[in-house]
């Protein structure tokens, strides 16, 4: 079981860029699918990224459009959302997710752990 701890979120102008990281625990993170996901009050949660086991491969939600990236570092069992070019829109609690394999889809329930979300709000 990987538990999970988000970090990185704060307050940023539009157009600025923050980096936020998910760190895990557990001896299966190496080949645990990981993901981004975002919610705000008046919103379901939504999909922002997602990466496999080893980094190769990697999805992103449409409203990314280059913005964001999504990587990992297994010997730090950590996973990493670089966001540049933030708009207001974007601000929202995001939360890292976990789920054993990469194939599939993207869904929230399709994911079988959470952490507990980091607030990132973006001024215009």
């Known amino acids: 079981q990987v538990q999970l701890v988000e970090s990185g979120g704060g307050l940023v102008q539009a157009g600025g860029s923050l980096r936020l990281s998910c760190a895990a625990s557990g001896r299966t993170f190496s080949t645990t699918a990981m993901a981004w996901f975002r919610q705000t009050p008046t919103k379901e949660r939504e999909f922002v990224a997602a990466v496999n086991w080893s980094g190769g491969s990697t999805a992103y939600g449409g409203f990314v459009k280059g913005r964001f990236t999504i990587s990992r570092d297994n010997a730090r069992n950590t996973v990493y959302l670089q966001m540049n070019s933030l708009k207001p829109e974007d601000t929202a609690v995001y939360y890292c997710?976990?789920?054993?394999?990469?194939?599939?889809?993207?869904?929230?329930?399709?994911?079988?752990?959470w952490g507990q979300g980091t607030q990132v709000t973006v001024s215009s």
């Open positions: 997710a976990a789920k054993k394999y990469y194939s599939g889809s993207f869904r929230p329930n399709d994911f079988e752990t």
